[in-house]
């Protein structure tokens, strides 16, 4: 039996989205005058959303990448850092609800700091929501050992999976995770 890898190389392009976040959001905030806060924001924003959408291709990327694994034949699931831990739901699911939550507030924030309107796309929020589904069904992982184990949302559009590979490498070439979301009408 062969295998597939859990991960087909995003680790080393995933952002620490919460944590940088919060820290930035603490920088912003440590300024008692609202010019300063202001021009903070203003200088942050743009990084944040760089962030924000790196890690929702990483989203993309990871129900794309679990849609192929599920057209191949049965094989183990390789390096799955998961699988044998103690399944915590609430852990599981916190940085998808974190984002949630930041694309609720941000278009506030714009307003209020920036003096500028923010759009929420749909698809944004739908795509969130959709990984959140992905990572409840599967227990986070920790009893995936074999590609057959991997449950996909009910909701989502598996045609043409097993082309979603190649789609995947060659967004990896780029090390620009956010350009998976150019993809996300494929499983959405």
Known sequence: ?????????????????????????ADINRFKNFSQRKLKFKQYYKKILEMFRNNLGFYAGCLMWAAYIKTQPEQ?????????GEYNEEENISDTNFMIKFLELFPKDMKYFAGENYEINPLDTKLLELYKEFLTINRGFV???????????AGMKTNGAEE??????????????????EYRNMIL
């Open 1 to 25: 039996m062969q295998g597939l890898e859990f991960d087909p190389g995003f680790a080393p392009y995933i952002l620490a989205f919460r944590g940088t976040t919060e820290y930035l959001y």
């Open 164 to 181: 979603f590979k190649s789609k995947i490498d060659e967004v990896l070439k780029t090390e620009d995770l956010s350009k998976l979301l």
């Open 76 to 84: 183990e699931i390789l390096n799955n850092h998961c699988l044998g």
């Open 143 to 153: 009893e995936s050992k074999l590609n057959t184990d991997i449950l996909l949302p």
